[in-house]
């Protein structure tokens, strides 16, 4: 599986409910899988087989209690483990998987951008000064938009990451270029200045209008 799967198979949300119940320490049966991430069975499997695949879960083989096939069931790897309420940890949890798979930036700004999408999960808002803070604290930064520039405090890099700070910020970029395309604000990521000293970060966005400001409407009216 290449760097990219590897990565994706965390960024899935219904994979990391997977990871999430996995990491409770019991193992855990297709059904019960299925039960935890709220999806049909068929939807766990191929995402389970990806994730044996990459090494993150392993596959455990019971002998029957009687007659009948042996019961399988999966639990985490061992060196793995995933926080199951602290969105901080996906932060650590994104940067780890980048460094294990040695990803390439864009692979680790795709991840970003996709969780992005999903945290902001209303396609088409626009309260981009409102939605996009909430989206980044949900990844334990400390955020607010004034203007046209994004403000991060209390970066959890040197928590998460000290060796490694600008994954970190990386992802915060990506997750804040995600929220950006799912709002369709028609704004993007400019520059970017981090200083992990003193944990803050600086990202500026770029296009035709100012967060927070609606589109305009063509002269008939329509949308």
Known sequence: MSNMSMLEAVADPVRL???????????????DLAHAAGVHVNTVRPRVAELEETAVIERVTDPPAGRGRPSIGY??????????S??????????????????RPRDLRAVGSEWGRYLHGRPGAHDIPADLPKALEQLGFDARVEDSTVRL???PCRLVLPDHPELVCDLAAAVTQGVLDGSGSGLAVGEREHEVERRTCRIT??????????????RDGRR
């Open 205 to 218: 966005l770029v296009g035709d209008r100012r967060p927070g400001t609606p589109r305009k409407r063509p």
């Open 17 to 31: 409910r997977i990871l999430r119940r996995l990491s409770e320490g019991r193992t855990a049966s297709l059904a």
């Open 86 to 103: 602290d969105f901080r940890g996906l932060a650590q949890l994104l940067a780890t998987v980048a460094l294990r798979a040695r990803a």
């Open 75 to 84: 639990r985490l790897a061992a060196g793995w483990s995933v926080p199951t």
């Open 153 to 155: 405090e209390s970066c």
